[in-house]
């Protein structure tokens, strides 16, 4: 992947000390600066913020139909990031000749908090500068990647009875009881499956206006084998799980982007 193509924006948050007077009014909320950036129609930046922690959703039969939810952190880190970016730049730029994109992503994440939060009236707000940094690109859209809690009955490769909803990239590791009982008499193997649960938001640079948005929910199966039935999540490397995920974001996520940035 180009490198260049992608700007490290480093964050670092602000904070403001000042009076206020009990019983006060809450100030009104500040107007979107008026725009006046040169836009080109052609040009599309692209912003990925799932980070570098993904979910695990581990169902096992001590604790039946419950949930135990975890984080595991991809290395080397960005990796997820770089991902989508490059997806994105293949997308864009097979959309048209003269199409061109800038892509962005944050080596802050943890400042974004909750993805949802990022929409306040269906206008985008994002934290420190970085939305003055995407704004003064000169493009006329962003495409905003986050991650997005869906349901897991949208991927049909994940098992049944799932409690939890999926956000963000993530592996589902099923070791309960299963239906199946092989000629050995013993139950089938556990279900390790990574999944992408992501949104993709196509934003109006030019007053940060939701236009239009689609949402991904996939997943596939990875090969268990017996001797690795106890603990399948061990018996993967960091590596082999990076790449199932980057394998799901390939394959899935260009097919919500066309639509999106079709001329």
Known sequence: MNR??????????ALAFGQKNK???????????EDKTVRDPNKVAALSLLGDSVQLISLNPARGDTVQSGEWTASPAGRLDDAVLQTLNTVVK??????????YTSTTRSLFGDPAA????????????LGDAVRQSGAAHLLLVTRSRQEPTLAP????????????????????????IGFDGQGGLPVFAPFVSIRV?????????????????????LP?????????????????????LEALIEAELPKAVKGLVAP
């Open 23 to 33: 019983g006060a009014a809450p100030p009104p909320p500040e107007p979107v600066a």
């Open 94 to 103: 097979a959309s048209g000749k003269d199409r061109e994109i800038k892509l």
């Open 224 to 244: 268990v084998n017996a001797a690795d039935a106890a603990n399948p999540w061990a018996a993967t490397t960091p590596e082999q799980r990076v790449q199932a």
């Open 118 to 129: 990022l929409f306040v009236n269906g206008r985008l707000s994002l934290p420190g500068k």
């Open 157 to 180: 490769a994940l098992p049944a009875r799932i409690l939890t909803a999926l956000e963000g990239p993530g592996f589902v590791l099923d070791q309960r009881p299963s239906a199946q």
């Open 201 to 221: 938001a196509l934003v109006d640079l030019s007053d940060l206006k939701l236009k239009r948005e689609q949402s991904i929910a996939v997943a596939s199966r």
């Open 4 to 13: 260049r193509l992608i700007c490290l924006l480093c964050l670092l948050p």
